[in-house]
């Protein structure tokens, strides 16, 4: 199964905003179709972006205009921007392949309310 790495998440005040990262470790970010999810507390966890290789992207109705999701390949790295944060964001974030049924530790994204 493929590994990455989710860092970036901290506390933040509400309108804030932070960049996670998703640093592949031994896979990479770019040849495979990457997603970004996120579970807050006592919810089911749900997919909120996707990168295709090509770099079309896709996001959930809930993210769309705050969020954005891009890649380094140099560093073999995608990363998440989040903007313009509100509390119902506080979640970890996991990042994967597409395919993938395995996840990562993530990364946790707390809004101060």
């Known amino acids: 199964q493929a590994q990455f790495v989710e860092s970036g998440g901290d506390l933040v005040q509400p309108g804030g905003s932070l960049t996670l990262s998703c640093a592949g470790a031994?896979?990479?970010?770019?040849?495979?179709?990457m997603t970004w999810h996120r579970q807050a507390p006592g919810k089911a966890r749900e997919w909120i972006a996707t990168?295709?290789?090509?770099?079309?992207?896709f996001y959930a109705d809930s993210v769309k205009g705050r969020f954005a999701v891009s890649r380094d390949e140099g560093k073999n790295t995608m990363y998440l921007q989040l903007n313009d944060l509100t509390t119902e964001d506080t979640a970890t974030y996991y990042c994967?392949?597409?395919?993938?049924?395995?996840w990562g530790q993530g990364t946790q994204v707390t809004v101060l309310s």
């Open positions: 031994g896979s990479s970010v770019s040849a495979e179709i």
């Open positions: 994967k392949q597409h395919e993938a049924t395995t």
């Open positions: 990168l295709f290789p090509g770099g079309a992207t």
